[in-house]
Protein backbone atom coordinates (compact mmCIF):
# COMPACT_ATOMS: atom_id res chain seq x y z
CA UNK A 1 0.00 0.00 0.00
CA UNK A 2 1.32 3.66 -1.27
CA UNK A 3 1.81 5.18 1.96
CA UNK A 4 3.16 8.96 2.33
CA UNK A 5 3.47 10.32 5.69
CA UNK A 6 3.83 14.33 6.08
CA UNK A 7 5.91 16.12 8.91
CA UNK A 8 7.80 19.60 10.37
CA UNK A 9 4.75 21.46 10.10
CA UNK A 10 3.55 24.15 12.74
CA UNK A 11 3.50 27.85 13.83
CA UNK A 12 6.34 30.51 12.24
CA UNK A 13 6.73 33.93 12.16
CA UNK A 14 6.98 35.97 9.29
CA UNK A 15 10.45 36.02 7.65
CA UNK A 16 11.11 32.55 9.44
CA UNK A 17 12.09 29.25 8.20
CA UNK A 18 10.35 25.45 8.05
CA UNK A 19 11.42 22.30 6.64
CA UNK A 20 8.93 19.69 5.58
CA UNK A 21 9.51 16.23 5.02
CA UNK A 22 7.41 12.97 3.91
CA UNK A 23 7.91 9.83 4.40
CA UNK A 24 7.41 7.36 1.79
CA UNK A 25 6.63 3.92 1.64
CA UNK A 26 4.81 1.01 -0.29
CA UNK A 27 6.93 1.66 -3.75
CA UNK A 28 10.22 2.07 -5.28
CA UNK A 29 10.76 5.42 -4.05
CA UNK A 30 13.61 6.15 -6.09
CA UNK A 31 11.09 5.65 -9.73
CA UNK A 32 8.86 8.00 -9.37
CA UNK A 33 8.76 11.61 -9.90
CA UNK A 34 7.47 14.06 -6.49
CA UNK A 35 5.72 17.21 -6.29
CA UNK A 36 4.32 19.47 -3.08
CA UNK A 37 0.81 20.80 -3.28
CA UNK A 38 -0.54 23.22 -1.02
CA UNK A 39 -3.89 24.50 0.04
CA UNK A 40 -4.77 27.55 2.16
CA UNK A 41 -7.48 27.22 4.94
CA UNK A 42 -11.08 27.19 2.86
CA UNK A 43 -9.14 27.59 -0.31
CA UNK A 44 -8.32 25.51 -3.66
CA UNK A 45 -5.02 23.16 -4.57
CA UNK A 46 -1.81 25.38 -5.50
CA UNK A 47 1.00 23.23 -7.41
CA UNK A 48 4.15 24.56 -5.41
CA UNK A 49 7.58 22.00 -6.71
CA UNK A 50 8.17 19.34 -9.02
CA UNK A 51 11.25 17.13 -8.81
CA UNK A 52 12.12 14.21 -10.97
CA UNK A 53 13.58 11.19 -9.36
CA UNK A 54 16.90 11.38 -9.70
CA UNK A 55 16.96 15.50 -9.31
CA UNK A 56 17.90 16.10 -12.05
CA UNK A 57 14.68 17.99 -12.98
CA UNK A 58 13.58 20.78 -10.60
CA UNK A 59 10.48 23.07 -10.97
CA UNK A 60 8.48 25.65 -8.58
CA UNK A 61 5.92 27.96 -8.59
CA UNK A 62 6.42 31.47 -9.27
CA UNK A 63 4.51 31.97 -5.85
CA UNK A 64 7.85 30.47 -3.73
CA UNK A 65 10.94 30.75 -6.30
CA UNK A 66 13.99 31.81 -4.77
CA UNK A 67 12.03 30.99 -1.18
CA UNK A 68 11.68 27.08 -0.98
CA UNK A 69 13.99 24.52 -2.15
CA UNK A 70 12.61 21.15 -2.80
CA UNK A 71 15.00 17.85 -2.82
CA UNK A 72 14.72 14.11 -2.13
CA UNK A 73 17.39 11.10 -0.17
CA UNK A 74 15.98 8.33 -2.25
CA UNK A 75 18.14 6.17 0.51
CA UNK A 76 16.09 7.25 3.15
CA UNK A 77 12.73 7.20 0.74
CA UNK A 78 11.99 10.71 1.90
CA UNK A 79 11.20 14.03 0.16
CA UNK A 80 11.69 17.12 1.33
CA UNK A 81 10.43 21.06 1.09
CA UNK A 82 13.07 23.88 3.09
CA UNK A 83 10.69 26.85 3.26
CA UNK A 84 12.84 30.59 4.45
CA UNK A 85 11.85 33.86 4.51
CA UNK A 86 8.19 32.21 5.26
CA UNK A 87 5.16 34.72 4.87
CA UNK A 88 1.62 35.05 5.88
CA UNK A 89 0.54 33.89 2.17
CA UNK A 90 1.90 30.75 2.38
CA UNK A 91 0.01 29.46 5.23
CA UNK A 92 -1.72 26.45 4.02
CA UNK A 93 -2.36 22.85 4.45
CA UNK A 94 1.24 21.31 2.36
CA UNK A 95 0.62 17.63 0.72
CA UNK A 96 3.51 15.52 -0.21
CA UNK A 97 2.10 14.27 -3.73
CA UNK A 98 3.27 11.31 -6.27
CA UNK A 99 3.50 11.50 -10.12
CA UNK A 100 2.38 8.91 -12.03
CA UNK A 101 5.48 7.08 -14.21
CA UNK A 102 6.51 8.39 -16.84
CA UNK A 103 4.58 8.79 -19.86
CA UNK A 104 1.71 11.19 -18.46
CA UNK A 105 1.40 13.80 -16.08
CA UNK A 106 -1.45 13.57 -13.12
CA UNK A 107 -0.63 12.82 -9.19
CA UNK A 108 -1.79 9.15 -8.10
CA UNK A 109 -1.22 9.41 -4.42
CA UNK A 110 -1.10 11.93 -1.70
CA UNK A 111 -0.14 12.44 1.77
CA UNK A 112 -2.45 13.48 4.31
CA UNK A 113 -0.75 16.92 4.51
CA UNK A 114 0.89 18.78 7.39
CA UNK A 115 -0.31 22.29 8.36
CA UNK A 116 2.10 25.55 7.75
CA UNK A 117 1.02 28.54 9.99
CA UNK A 118 2.99 31.71 9.24
CA UNK A 119 1.84 34.49 11.75
CA UNK A 120 3.30 36.49 14.06
CA UNK B 1 -0.09 30.90 -14.58
CA UNK B 2 -4.28 31.09 -13.51
CA UNK B 3 -6.07 28.56 -12.13
CA UNK B 4 -8.69 26.51 -14.07
CA UNK B 5 -11.97 28.02 -13.95
CA UNK B 6 -14.42 25.86 -12.17
CA UNK B 7 -18.01 26.88 -10.57
CA UNK B 8 -17.93 27.60 -7.15
CA UNK B 9 -20.98 24.80 -6.78
CA UNK B 10 -23.17 22.07 -8.23
CA UNK B 11 -25.84 20.24 -6.86
CA UNK B 12 -27.84 17.48 -7.88
CA UNK B 13 -30.84 15.05 -5.88
CA UNK B 14 -29.66 11.20 -5.33
CA UNK B 15 -29.48 9.08 -8.72
CA UNK B 16 -29.65 12.26 -10.63
CA UNK B 17 -26.77 13.58 -12.43
CA UNK B 18 -24.37 16.59 -12.16
CA UNK B 19 -21.62 17.75 -14.37
CA UNK B 20 -18.58 20.34 -13.72
CA UNK B 21 -16.85 22.35 -16.03
CA UNK B 22 -13.09 23.25 -16.02
CA UNK B 23 -12.04 26.40 -18.45
CA UNK B 24 -8.41 26.68 -19.14
CA UNK B 25 -6.31 27.86 -21.71
CA UNK B 26 -4.89 26.80 -25.47
CA UNK B 27 -1.04 26.41 -22.95
CA UNK B 28 -3.17 23.82 -20.30
CA UNK B 29 -6.33 22.10 -20.97
CA UNK B 30 -6.35 22.87 -24.84
CA UNK B 31 -2.93 22.03 -24.98
CA UNK B 32 -2.63 18.25 -23.64
CA UNK B 33 -4.69 15.58 -22.69
CA UNK B 34 -3.64 15.80 -19.10
CA UNK B 35 -6.79 16.54 -17.24
CA UNK B 36 -7.29 14.69 -14.19
CA UNK B 37 -9.84 15.01 -11.45
CA UNK B 38 -9.46 15.17 -7.80
CA UNK B 39 -12.05 14.77 -5.10
CA UNK B 40 -11.72 16.12 -1.74
CA UNK B 41 -13.93 15.27 1.70
CA UNK B 42 -13.63 17.81 4.29
CA UNK B 43 -10.49 17.50 6.24
CA UNK B 44 -9.03 14.90 3.89
CA UNK B 45 -6.51 14.46 1.57
CA UNK B 46 -7.66 14.70 -2.50
CA UNK B 47 -8.34 11.28 -3.94
CA UNK B 48 -7.44 10.38 -7.81
CA UNK B 49 -11.14 9.98 -9.45
CA UNK B 50 -10.30 10.84 -13.60
CA UNK B 51 -6.95 11.24 -15.42
CA UNK B 52 -5.91 11.23 -18.83
CA UNK B 53 -9.27 13.11 -19.31
CA UNK B 54 -11.63 10.47 -19.49
CA UNK B 55 -9.72 7.41 -17.76
CA UNK B 56 -11.08 5.98 -14.37
CA UNK B 57 -8.48 4.30 -11.56
CA UNK B 58 -9.00 1.03 -10.70
CA UNK B 59 -11.79 0.93 -7.86
CA UNK B 60 -13.45 4.82 -8.95
CA UNK B 61 -17.25 3.79 -9.40
CA UNK B 62 -18.14 3.73 -13.34
CA UNK B 63 -20.78 6.80 -11.83
CA UNK B 64 -18.01 9.02 -12.90
CA UNK B 65 -16.60 10.12 -16.39
CA UNK B 66 -14.85 12.67 -17.76
CA UNK B 67 -14.45 14.84 -21.31
CA UNK B 68 -12.58 17.07 -23.05
CA UNK B 69 -13.35 19.98 -25.59
CA UNK B 70 -11.54 22.75 -26.74
CA UNK B 71 -9.78 24.53 -23.70
CA UNK B 72 -12.75 22.90 -21.37
CA UNK B 73 -12.62 19.48 -19.62
CA UNK B 74 -16.03 18.34 -17.60
CA UNK B 75 -16.62 15.84 -14.83
CA UNK B 76 -19.89 14.31 -14.90
CA UNK B 77 -21.24 12.30 -12.07
CA UNK B 78 -24.26 9.99 -12.49
CA UNK B 79 -26.28 8.76 -10.08
CA UNK B 80 -25.33 10.58 -7.73
CA UNK B 81 -24.87 9.34 -4.02
CA UNK B 82 -25.06 11.09 -0.43
CA UNK B 83 -21.19 10.06 -0.78
CA UNK B 84 -20.51 11.78 -3.57
CA UNK B 85 -20.77 15.49 -1.87
CA UNK B 86 -17.50 16.95 -1.71
CA UNK B 87 -15.22 19.05 -3.29
CA UNK B 88 -13.87 18.24 -6.73
CA UNK B 89 -10.83 20.10 -8.33
CA UNK B 90 -9.65 19.26 -12.18
CA UNK B 91 -6.15 19.76 -12.56
CA UNK B 92 -4.41 19.87 -16.03
CA UNK B 93 -0.19 19.61 -16.97
CA UNK B 94 0.89 22.52 -18.73
CA UNK B 95 4.34 22.35 -19.30
CA UNK B 96 7.73 22.10 -17.95
CA UNK B 97 8.09 24.83 -15.73
CA UNK B 98 4.91 25.44 -14.72
CA UNK B 99 3.85 21.19 -14.65
CA UNK B 100 0.40 21.47 -13.22
CA UNK B 101 -2.09 23.68 -12.95
CA UNK B 102 -5.45 23.52 -10.57
CA UNK B 103 -8.65 24.34 -10.73
CA UNK B 104 -10.51 26.54 -8.07
CA UNK B 105 -12.87 23.93 -6.79
CA UNK B 106 -16.55 23.03 -7.62
CA UNK B 107 -18.42 21.91 -4.19
CA UNK B 108 -21.15 19.19 -5.10
CA UNK B 109 -24.01 19.02 -3.02
CA UNK B 110 -26.15 16.01 -2.47
CA UNK B 111 -29.73 17.67 -1.95
Known amino acids: EVQLVESGGGLVQPGGSLRLSCAASGFTFSSYSMNWVRQAPGKGLEWVSY????????YYADSVKGRFTISRDNAKNSLYLQMNSLRDEDTAVYYCARDTPSGSYYVDYWGQGTLVTVSS | QSALTQPPSASGSPGQSVTISCTGTSSDVGGYNYVSWYQQHPGKAPKLMIY???KRPSGVPDRFSGSKSGNTASLTVSGLQAEDEADYYC???????????FGTGTKVTVL
Open chain 2, 91 to 101: SSYAGSNIHYV
Open chain 2, 52 to 54: EVS
Open chain 1, 51 to 58: ISSSSSTI
